[in-house]
């Protein structure tokens, strides 16, 4: 009766492999779980040459690169003989459950090990059918049991990490009734920032709040049924694309061996944005009419044939001008959110590829309690100088700017006015919008941010300057020092995307900033030749 005990326990994307029933009860060493990570896994990999390495998650990383010593965590809820209720049970049977690979036996390995109910089967029947239910959401964080707060360790180290002066600050700012996230309070690395903790009743939450910095932005990912071959012995089966609700234990194979594996697709929870910016100086159309094929390092003729960019000729941007970036708004996106790993709409598909492609994740507002909604995310240069673009919502106390320095007149006050400009944007290459996307020692314009969908379209709106310095003119610009003009442009691009912001897709969005030079052509009219007369004054007699 007690011989259904394993020699091999994986949880490998949730597994259970016992032996048969006669097999002796044996022991074997699983791989301990990691030492206490502080602060939260798996930002950007800078040091893989492969591009599919170095941002989100995929397989690979998560067996053997940078996700790997964070594996996936899981919840696991018992419910005796009744089935799981959505609002009152426990995660009485794992809770932040850390599972990893072992890349020496291709397993997935978590510890302490645990064990299906034994009440049912065929040779002594029980009046109960003990059942467990499973979610699980990668990668996995450690936090402390009774608040589901990330764990930062007994240093400063992880809080300065997350971009806080020290670990009181990081546990002031949890401490705070709401996570209000306006750019002003905006704090880099925070990403997945608290988990359900381990006496809440009801589905486990994710909360995540975005990071703006591509080069420590994770990627948060929820796993659903990946294929449709779990049969409980109650005859009970779960189909792909579906939670693991209300399972009893699992059937062997046809000689006896219970080697049957829960197997997680996971899916991301999140869209991946990627958003470029580069100037086009007297552009006429793109190659093809379609402005994500624009180059701007090659030259086209002036007057040509196929009438496409005009980007060199006499319409060059020369050193006097440059281009700055007010702030840049967007909508169809959230800044924060709470994952609720309970993804139960109904899911339809003839295949179990086609059942997990249209599984789609449960975002909810950050306290988890509504559905959630999309926000109008506005991204400011971080001046304190009241030019925001909008004359009725100037916000003049601006803090941590989340847009690429090299876009920004960055300055620092010194004696009352703005200091050195930068460089402004080159006229020859795409930047990264964003901060924080170098890598290693150069902007990575391709580099991307996790933002929460909100099924909403996509519109952007920004706001830049043209300065041009010229000494003829009375005005100073912003630096306070060299005269000239400055021209403030607005301009709002709708449904950028033709649809809906959807998880797990990957967006790029290139914006042109066209400039077009003003040009003079000179034509000077001719004199009108009136009727030669000639008059004597006086008349000579």
Not at 33 to 40: E, F, N, S, V
Not at 120 to 126: K, T
Not at 509 to 519: A, F, N, R, T, W
Request: charge should be negative.
């Amino acid at each position: 009766m007690f011989a259904a005990c394993s020699n091999t326990e994986e949880l490998g994307s949730l597994q259970t492999a016992q032996q048969d029933v006669n097999a002796p009860v044996n022991f074997s060493v699983y791989a301990p779980r990691t030492a206490t990570r502080a602060g939260l896994p798996g930002g950007a990999d800078l040091t893989q040459t492969d591009p599919a390495l170095v941002y989100g998650i995929n397989t690979a990383t998560l067996q053997s690169g940078r996700h790997a010593t964070a594996g996936f965590g899981v919840f696991g809820y018992y419910t005796s003989n009744s089935d799981y209720d959505t609002n009152n049970s426990t995660p009485n049977f794992m809770y932040n459950q850390q599972v990893v690979y072992d890349n020496t036996k291709s397993v997935w390995n978590y510890e302490p090990v645990k064990y299906w109910p034994n009440e049912f089967g065929d040779a002594a029947v029980s009046d109960d059918l003990d059942k467990l239910t499973f979610f699980a959401y990668a990668p996995q964080i450690d936090a402390t049991i009774n608040t589901g707060v990330p764990v930062m360790g007994t240093d400063d180290e992880a809080a300065v990490s997350l971009g806080f002066a020290d670990k009181a600050a990081w546990d002031a700012f949890l401490a705070g009734a709401k996570l209000n996230i306006e750019l002003k309070d905006q704090v880099q690395k925070l990403n997945i920032t608290q988990l359900t903790k381990n006496t809440a009743t009801g589905d486990p939450i994710v909360k995540y709040v975005v990071d703006t910095k591509p080069a420590t932005s994770v990627d948060l990912l929820w796993g659903v049924a990946g294929n449709s071959e779990y049969e409980g012995m109650n005859g009970k089966t779960v189909k792909a694309g579906d939670c693991y609700i209300d399972l009893t234990k699992q059937k062997g194979n046809n000689s006896g061996v219970m080697d049957k594996k829960l197997m997680w697709n996971f899916k991301h929870a999140l869209a991946r944005l990627n958003v470029q910016i580069v100037t086009a100086v007297d552009v006429v159309t793109a190659p093809g009419g379609n402005a994500v094929d624009y180059d701007p390092t090659k030259s086209y003729e002036i007057g040509s044939e196929a009438s496409e960019i005009k980007d060199k000729g006499n319409g060059a941007k020369d050193d006097s001008t440059k281009v700055y970036v007010r702030s840049i708004k967007f909508s169809g996106f959230a800044l924060k959110g709470a994952l609720n790993l309970h993804s139960d709409d109904v899911i339809t598909g003839a295949s179990d590829a086609e059942r997990v492609k249209n599984a789609q994740p449960k975002w909810m507002d950050y306290d988890g309690t509504k559905d959630l909604t999309f926000e109008e995310v506005t991204f400011l240069d971080g001046l304190k100088d009241g030019k925001e673009g909008t004359t009725d919502n100037v916000q003049k106390n601006e803090g941590i700017s989340a847009l690429n320095p090299i876009l920004l007149e960055e300055s620092t006050p010194a004696s009352g006015i703005w200091g050195a400009k930068k460089a402004g944007v080159p006229t020859d290459a795409f930047v990264n919008l964003f901060a924080g996307s170098f890598n290693g020692t150069a902007d990575d314009p391709a580099a991307p941010i996790y933002v929460i969908p909100a099924n909403e379209k996509m519109d952007v709106t920004i706001c830049y300057d043209v300065q041009t310095a010229d000494k003829n003119l009375s005005e100073l610009l912003s630096d306070g020092i060299n005269h000239g003009s400055a021209i403030e442009n607005i301009i709002t691009k709708n449904d950028v995307f033709g649809g809906a912001i959807e998880p797990g897709k990957a967006y790029t969005l290139k914006i042109i900033l066209g400039l077009e030079s003003v040009k003079f052509d000179v034509e000077v009219t001719d004199w009108d030749v009136q009727t030669d007369a000639a008059t004597e004054l006086p008349a000579n007699e």
